[in-house]
C-alpha cells in the first residue's frame, strides 16, 4: 500500500508571465495527480497536490526548477493528509 499525502507549496520568485502554471499543471498530469495551481495576487504561485507521497516529492523536486525563463528563489512546502477531494489536476483563477 502506499501512502497517499497532500502538498501545498506556495511558490516565490519570477514565476508568473513564465508559463509556471502551465509547467505545474502539465507536470502534475503526466505524474498523474489530483489538485490545483493558481497565481496570487503578490506574484507568488500556490499549488495544492494530492498523491502517492514519492510521487509528489517529484512535482516538488520540479517546482524547484520551473519553466524555462521562471527563476524560483523560494518554495515553502506544507504535507498534510490527503482528503482524496479532488478527481483531476487544474487551474483555478487568481487570489
Keep these: 500500500m502506499t501512502e497517499k499525502a497532500r502538498l501545498h507549496a506556495t511558490i516565490e520568485g519570477h514565476v508568473q508571465g513564465v508559463g509556471f502554471r502551465m509547467f505545474v499543471f502539465t507536470t502534475a498530469h503526466e505524474l498523474g495527480l489530483t489538485g490545483w495551481v493558481r ?20 512535482l516538488l523536486s520540479a517546482l524547484y526548477k520551473g519553466p524555462r525563463s521562471a527563476y524560483v528563489t523560494k518554495i515553502i512546502p506544507e504535507w498534510l493528509p490527503a482528503t482524496g477531494e479532488f478527481n483531476d489536476f487544474y487551474t483555478r483563477s487568481t487570489a
Aim: glycine share 10%.
Design 39 to 58: 497565481n496570487r495576487w503578490d506574484g507568488d504561485v500556490e499549488v495544492l497536490a494530492e498523491g502517492e507521497r514519492a510521487v509528489l516529492e517529484s
